[in-house]
């Protein structure tokens, strides 16, 4: 069992940038490939990035990929996601994910499927100003 408490939303203007933490209790959280996701209002719930065990790989969606950055701190049981240049279009809650099924090397083999992630926090909200 997992659990997973993200933190370091807010409030922030187009430009700007954010660091979100999110803290997994559980002894087996360097075995899970983690995942981070958003949803904006009205909107499904999408895939943002996906780090491995080791975090050796790492996996963006394209939308993010040169702005946003996932690490993990298997000693802290701690998953990160810097997130710079941030614009209106980035305005969503922040869901960290946590994946024990298939992968290849180290990634989830469907990354983009939330249903295949094992465990999720509650979320934080992230709002860029214009």
């Known amino acids: 069992q997992v659990q997973l408490v993200e933190s370091g939303g807010g409030l922030v203007q187009a430009g700007g940038s954010l660091r979100l933490s999110c803290a997994a209790s559980?002894?087996?959280?360097?075995?899970?490939?983690m995942g981070w996701f958003r949803q904006a209002p009205g909107k499904e719930r999408e895939f943002v990035a996906a780090?491995?065990?080791?975090?050796?790989?790492?996996y963006y969606a394209h939308s993010v990929k040169g702005r946003f950055t996932i690490s993990r701190d298997n000693a802290k049981n701690t998953v990160y996601l810097q997130m710079n240049s941030l614009n209106p279009e980035d305005t969503a809650v922040y869901y960290c994910?946590?994946?024990?099924?298939?992968?290849?090397?180290?990634?989830?083999?469907?990354?983009?499927?939330?249903?295949?992630?094992?465990?999720w926090g509650q979320g934080t909200q992230v709002t860029v100003s214009s």
């Open positions: 994910a946590a994946y024990l099924g298939p992968v290849l090397a180290g990634i989830p083999i469907s990354p983009h499927r939330r249903d295949l992630y094992d465990y």
């Open positions: 559980g002894r087996t959280f360097s075995s899970y490939a």
């Open positions: 780090t491995s065990w080791s975090a050796g790989n790492t």
